[in-house]
């Protein structure tokens, strides 16, 4: 099956900060999904991308199926975006990554 | 549009006793994805499900777990015979019928605990 590997596993920010998450995966998707996981356990969908670039606010997302590599752009980072950070991907059900876990000190 | 909904959101069972979750898909879809996360793990995909079929159970544990989504009503995930390490989260996700989109919108969970 589809294999889904993150980096960094664990990620320590200063408020403001910039940073970048990195999702590989080994074979050909039709589905790869960005998600914040919130302290509460609530699953918040970031982007839908399995091809291309995408903006949101202060996150943008970028995938490239052809290297089978996805990158999550995190600018300006606040307190509020600590969490756990996942990615999955497939076709059909989804493989998730063991996740990055974000804290960003004020 | 109502999103994806789970009940309950909590559940606790003894040892031995069936719990079952259920899940309402957003209206449109007939595609249905169940997924468990165990404390500080990841997520890990279970089966997935169209109307009266499964597509693919390569996630389901062998025993005592079985999923059906019927033609009405909500899909349903039963775990007969609990034990505590069924304890987790069960995240429940649907997709459109048509499949211009792959994108799978997630529910809030059903949080299982086992004493």
């Known amino acids: 099956g589809i294999q889904v590997e993150q980096s960094p596993p664990d990620l320590i920010l200063q408020e403001g900060a910039n940073s970048t998450l990195r999702c590989n995966f080994s074979d050909s998707v039709n589905n790869l999904q960005w998600f914040h996981q919130n302290p509460w356990g609530q699953l918040i969908n970031l982007f839908y991308?399995?091809?291309g670039t995408k903006q949101n606010g202060r996150l943008s997302a970028t995938t490239v199926a052809t290297e089978r590599y996805s990158l999550l752009y995190i600018s300006s980072s606040q307190t509020t975006d600590s969490g756990v950070y996942f990615c999955?991907?497939?076709?059909?059900?989804?493989?998730f990554g063991a996740g990055t876990r974000l804290t960003v000190k004020p | 549009n109502a999103g994806v909904m789970q009940n309950p959101r909590h559940l606790v069972r003894r040892r031995g006793q069936e719990a079952r979750l259920r899940c309402s898909p957003m209206k449109g879809h007939s595609h249905v994805y169940w997924y468990r996360q165990l404390p500080e793990e990841g997520l890990k995909f279970m089966v997935y499900l169209q109307k009266e079929n499964i597509i693919d159970e390569s996630g389901m544990p062998k025993e005592r777990f079985s999923a059906e989504f019927p033609k009405e009503g909500p899909s349903i995930l039963r775990i007969q015979q609990v034990v505590r390490g069924d304890s987790a989260a069960y995240f429940c996700?649907?997709?459109?019928?048509?499949?211009?989109?792959?994108?799978?919108?997630f529910g809030p969970g059903t949080r299982l605990t086992v004493t």
């Open positions: 999955a991907a497939g076709r059909g059900g989804m493989r």
């Open positions: 996700a649907s997709s459109p019928e048509a499949q211009s989109s792959y994108e799978q919108y």
């Open positions: 991308i399995p091809s």
